[in-house]
């Protein structure tokens, strides 16, 4: 006969996402609150921040502040079923 104990782990579960600008939140449990973004990037062997791993979070509407005030050009990759192809929005990529 085998006598087990069942351990179990201890584990995490992200229950809210906080913008890394403004503080808007987002509750993961009930997908209340703001849409946040999350980023990571390792920077590059060599370069100025040499292999730094960094990680933040966006709310939707920083992240379009963001992006419409820095001039970053980018594509979209899927459009939104708000949008019809031809749209003069994303058409300039914002």
């Given at each position: 006969?085998?006598?087990?104990?069942?351990h179990q782990?201890?584990?995490?579960?992200v229950?809210?996402?906080v913008?890394d600008?403004c503080?808007?939140?987002?509750?993961t449990?009930?997908?209340?609150?703001?849409?946040?973004a999350?980023?990571?990037?390792?920077?590059?062997?060599?370069?100025?921040?040499d292999?730094?791993?960094?990680n933040?979070?966006?709310?939707?509407?920083?992240?379009?502040?963001?992006?419409?005030?820095?001039?970053?050009?980018?594509?979209?990759?899927?459009?939104?079923?708000?949008?019809?192809?031809?749209?003069?929005?994303?058409?300039?990529?914002?």
């Amino acid at each position: 006969m085998r006598v087990v104990e069942i351990h179990q782990q201890p584990s995490e579960e992200v229950v809210e996402i906080v913008c890394d600008r403004c503080g808007a939140k987002e509750n993961t449990k009930d997908m209340t609150g703001t849409d946040v973004a999350s980023f990571q990037h390792t920077f590059g062997y060599l370069s100025k921040r040499d292999t730094d791993k960094i990680n933040f979070d966006l709310c939707e509407n920083c992240l379009i502040e963001i992006l419409d005030k820095s001039g970053v050009k980018y594509s979209y990759i899927e459009y939104g079923s708000c949008y019809e192809p031809g749209d003069k929005d994303i058409e300039d990529g914002g």
